[in-house]
């Protein structure tokens, strides 16, 4: 049964990542949104922004990473809608395949496309001056954090796709996850915030996650914040599998 699974998931993941390579508009237009706000904050913004001695594109990286994810998953999204609007997910079940395996392949599309739109996006703030000295294990570290948090986030995007009732309404769920980190310490240091707004920066996900990225490309000890940031990103994931699985098997019963 499990050989049975992964054999169902791997071709329905090609299957999916066929359809991204034949668009790939889609991973384009997912990493012009953050090269846009990397551009615009160093350039015109990050001169007046005070936030430490780093230049400010390694200061930003970290945030902008995360909105790439967050405006990457919103495309989970709208696969899924696209293919539950047009009957493949009834053709799927006429069929011997396992059905998780049709969720599973969506998710791994978008940890596949999401690290794609990630690789371009730090290689332009490479073109811009972002340099670390992290080491292998630190990078490890950083990878691992960002796999988790696309996991997360995919399978909360996975929720809309399913019972959105337009292509909008399937996609428009992201729009909240990628102004989030406009709160946070992203941009600039939550210090400078007024009282109510540095208390909602400092206690939610992205600045946690956003503060242990930044330490460990500064080569700087995580301290408690890593736990913060892998407990944010688990419980997100864990609740957002359970609610997903709900729905599905609701929507193919």
Not at 12 to 24: A, E, F, I, K, Y
Not at 45 to 64: N, R
Not at 101 to 126: E, K, Q, R
Request: charged share 10%.
């Amino acid at each position: 049964m499990t050989t049975h699974f992964f054999d169902d998931t791997a071709v329905l993941t090609g299957r999916t990542m066929r359809h991204v390579t034949r668009s790939l508009d889609t991973i384009i237009t997912t990493a012009i949104t953050p090269v846009a706000l990397l551009l615009l904050f160093v350039y015109v913004f990050g001169g007046a922004i005070k936030h430490g001695s780093v230049a400010y594109v390694t200061y930003l990286l970290p945030g902008i990473l995360l909105i790439t994810i967050a405006s990457g998953v919103s495309y989970t999204a709208l696969r899924l809608f696209t293919d539950l609007q047009g009957g493949i997910f009834e053709r799927f079940q006429s069929m011997p395949i396992a059905r998780s395996s049709v969720l599973w392949a969506h998710v791994l599309t978008s940890l596949a496309a999401n690290a794609i739109s990630l690789v371009a996006v730090v290689l332009v703030a490479v073109a811009m001056g972002f340099r670390s000295g992290a080491g292998a294990l630190a990078w490890l570290a950083v990878v691992g954090i960002l796999i988790l948090f696309t996991l997360a986030l995919t399978w909360v995007a996975v929720i809309p796709g399913l019972t959105a009732k337009s292509v909008d309404g399937a996609s428009a769920f992201a729009y909240p996850l990628i102004f989030l980190p406009f709160i946070s310490s992203a941009f600039v240091p939550t210090g400078t915030m007024p009282g109510p707004v540095r208390a909602f920066a400092n206690n939610q996900p992205v600045t946690s996650i956003v503060n242990t990225i930044r330490d460990l490309l500064a080569q700087q000890p995580a301290g408690a914040s890593i736990w913060t940031a892998l407990a944010w990103c688990a419980g997100i994931l864990v609740v957002g599998y359970i609610f997903a699985a709900i729905v599905y098997r609701r929507r193919i019963s």
